[in-house]
């Protein structure tokens, strides 16, 4: 039975709910029916990724949501409130935005693997949500979109993360027409990397996860942040960084273990170091 690690709260009053089961941390936006990125929810977030950094049991993550929407992006109506504020919600707007790209930098530089599981609509900042994310696997009903073009809002923040995972040409139709594409359309632009039926969504995001557990968590941890800083380098630099990313990585315990453990045709047995 998965162990509830979420605060003991009533569970209309959880937005993020939290649960740890075999090394994998679930977390669920639990704030229907838009599970917006209200300045709780996000707080809310990066505090159960905070926690989760140094927690040797947790292997995984898993960010799911509740009911008919992933992530409707920001709470509009929050922000909307606070054009009342003597400055029309500047310092608002600065603070929301500032949490909002600390927390998808979190998602990124966490050392566990982070995997998006989308079944509904991911729209502006919930888009933003899925392309930070290591993988991403939706339903065929997940849809995805941009609109903030529609409402006289360009989605700046969100292009970051998008423009980060799919071509210039298909980020700049998302960003510019502001219309939804179907979860197969997604894989196809490389938003996300699989599709599947909803009912199998659980059971296939399970398979990911439990075969990730099985790695060591060390080489994970280090490829995971070795592919993200490459990815902003130069060719010549970015094989320099990685040849010395690879020389400490065969000086680590785990992976003398893991090449011991294949040429003696065994499983390996993982320290985390």
């Excluded at 009533?10 to 977390?27: E, I, M, Y």
């Excluded at 930070?132 to 923040?157: E, H, K, M, R």
């Excluded at 210039?168 to 219309?179: I, V």
Aim: hydrophobic fraction near 45%; include cysteine.
């Amino acid at each position: 039975m998965a162990e509830i690690v979420a605060m003991k709260r009533t569970a209309s009053d959880v937005k993020v709910q939290s649960s740890l089961d075999n090394g994998v941390l679930r977390l669920v936006l639990a704030n229907p029916p838009a599970n917006a990125l209200s300045i709780e929810v996000m707080a809310a977030l990066h505090s159960h990724l905070d926690s989760a950094r140094n927690d040797a049991e947790v292997r995984v993550i898993v960010l799911a949501a509740s009911g008919k929407v992933f992530c409707a992006g920001h709470d509009l109506k929050e922000m909307t409130a606070h054009r009342s504020d003597a400055d029309r919600g500047r310092a608002f707007f600065e603070l929301t935005m500032t949490r909002c790209a600390a927390l998808m930098q979190a998602i990124v530089r966490h050392p566990k693997p982070v995997i998006a599981e989308v079944d509904g609509l991911a729209t502006a900042a919930g888009l933003q949500l899925v392309a930070s994310c290591d993988l991403a696997i939706a339903s065929d009903q997940a849809t995805f979109c941009t609109p903030g073009v529609n409402i006289g809002l360009f989605c700046s923040t969100p292009m970051v993360a998008l423009s980060r995972n799919v071509s210039r040409k298909q980020a700049m139709e998302m960003l510019l027409t502001g219309e939804t594409i179907d979860a197969t359309s997604a894989r196809d632009f490389g938003l996300v990397n699989r599709v599947v039926p909803r009912e199998y969504l659980n059971h296939i995001v399970g398979k990911y996860t439990q075969t990730i557990v099985s790695k060591s968590p060390l080489t994970l941890k280090t490829g995971k942040e070795a592919f993200y800083a490459q990815a902003g380098m130069g060719l010549e630099e970015a094989y320099d960084y990685t040849a010395r990313v690879m020389v400490e990585n065969m000086m680590a315990s785990d992976a003398e273990e893991g090449i011991g453990a294949f040429i003696e045709k065994r499983e390996p047995h993982w320290k985390g170091e």
